[in-house]
């Protein structure tokens, strides 16, 4: 033992020394390691940058997303690649929701420019996101789709599906039946060939699940395919 312990290693931790800029009210969100460098959004009061840190986590540049709409922003999500990452977010302009896009490099600077994947009309302020962004696991296919809840026995679904260049491959608009009061679905993906999957369960009043489907909306069609599971009496959650 004696002979070993000068040959073992000890784990090394790096961290990022705080900014004088960071503080309780700011939110920040880890976009990942792009061409080297990690990448972390942050915004405050309405400002927006992000912070470029090296291998080190020492803070290499901070850049200002001066595109992005200083009030009324919802959402934003970050698709990191090898070299650049996707930013996709959602604004309140008037009654119109607006789902964007942009290429951000290695140093969190925007090089293309801003690409509208879709908008929707609403009559009221948006707190909470009308959009959910996903990737495919090979990061080759993005979807945004949304839901309109509106009629609780018939929710409509709509797609749009882009290639890793956001260029547009398909869009479906779908209605889903909700023939019970406690139906409800989740867990939202797709796959390599741009397949929606997602679950659609039912919960009895003592939130146990009862039944279960799971729903296919294949890539290059508007169909809706449904799978229910016999699960019998085993418990499912």
């Known amino acids: 033992l004696l002979i070993t312990t000068g040959f073992l ?7 990022s020394e705080p900014d004088r800029e960071d503080n309780r009210r700011m939110n920040f969100e880890i976009i990942g390691k792009t061409g080297g460098n990690f990448l972390v959004y942050k ?10 840190y090296d291998n080190d986590m020492k803070m290499v540049k901070k850049v200002d997303q001066e595109f992005l709409p200083s009030d009324r922003l919802i959402n934003i999500d970050f698709f990191p690649y090898t070299d650049f990452s996707y930013m996709v977010y959602q604004f309140q302009k008037k009654n119109i929701v607006y789902c964007m896009a942009v290429k951000l490099d290695e140093m969190g600077n925007k090089i293309s420019e801003v690409v509208q994947l879709d908008t929707t009309q609403i009559n009221f ?5 009308i959009y959910t962004t996903l990737s495919s696991e090979d990061k080759e296919k993005i979807m945004v789709f949304k839901i309109n809840s509106k009629n609780r026995k018939l929710y409509q679904l709509s797609t749009r599906l882009f290639d890793k260049e956001l260029k547009h491959l398909k869009s479906s608009d779908l209605v889903i039946p909700m023939e019970d009061r406690q ?13 929606l999957v997602f679950t659609k369960f039912t919960r009895n009043n003592n939130d146990n699940i009862t039944q279960a489907s799971f729903m296919i909306k294949p890539a290059t069609t508007d169909d809706l395919i449904v799978n229910n599971l016999n699960f019998g009496e085993q418990y499912l959650d």
């Open 9 to 15: 290693q000890a784990q090394k931790i790096v961290y």
């Open 183 to 195: 139906d409800n679905l989740d867990e939202f993906h797709i796959d390599n060939e741009g397949d």
């Open 43 to 52: 915004n405050m009061r309405g400002n927006h940058w992000i912070s470029v």
């Open 125 to 129: 302020s948006a707190d909470n996101k």
